[in-house]
């Protein structure tokens, strides 16, 4: 699921809206979002899209399916290029959110978590915020889908709470963003 979400950028000139695409894969729940522009033009979703397709490589997920929004910034080329690595576009109906709730509903919650809280004054500043909830949010934060795990710890077996009290060792907290995304853990004894 893709959808382009804006957030503004302070700079010496003023303010000015900046672009970013985000993906969402539903099945791991993993979230992929790339470096912000000022000018989402066609050469720079192309890009974005040679981007996405590595990175789909990468974290070996096979993607058969991308829904989308109508956004006119995704141009025809994009489609093509989806459809070279046997990706079949889906695009949303026509003024229906809901159709694209899990994309929707992660870029409510970057803002919400992260975004809101900064004032961004340069794209570079934008995308060190944004990818380090990107990172938080696929490494380290739980999710109640998940029965409070994190995503690539699904698929292994849950401590059972008389294994977990009968842990050693301290607990440590990992601050990122000034201390706004915290992840504690335990300390190897």
């Not at 096979?62 to 910034?73: G, Q, V």
């Not at 080329?77 to 509903?105: C, Q, W, Y």
């Not at 990107?134 to 294994?163: F, G, M, T």
Request: a positive charge; glycine letters at 4%.
């Amino acid at each position: 699921m893709a959808c382009f979400f804006s957030k503004n950028v302070w700079t010496p000139l003023g303010k000015r809206q900046a672009y970013a695409l985000m993906v969402i894969h539903a099945g791991s729940r993993k979230a992929w979002v790339s470096p912000a522009t000022y000018h989402p033009n066609e050469v720079w979703v192309l890009q974005q899209a040679r981007n996405l397709l590595m990175w789909l490589e990468d974290q070996d997920i096979e993607a058969t399916y991308l829904i989308r929004d109508r956004d006119t910034k995704f141009t025809a080329g994009f489609d093509r290029l989806m459809g070279t690595a046997s990706i079949k576009i889906v695009k949303s109906p026509v003024m229906a959110p809901n159709a694209n709730a899990f994309a929707e509903s992660w870029i409510a919650t970057l803002k919400r978590e992260c975004l809101n809280y900064f004032a961004c004054f340069s794209l570079r500043h934008a995308d060190h915020t944004t990818q380090a909830f990107v990172n938080y949010y696929n490494e380290l934060r739980p999710h109640q889908r998940l029965n409070k795990r994190v995503i690539d710890s699904a698929n292994k077996p849950n401590l059972s709470l008389a294994q977990a009290t009968n842990s050693v060792g301290s607990i440590g907290c990992r601050s990122e963003l000034g201390g706004l995304l915290k992840h504690y853990y335990r300390r190897a004894a």
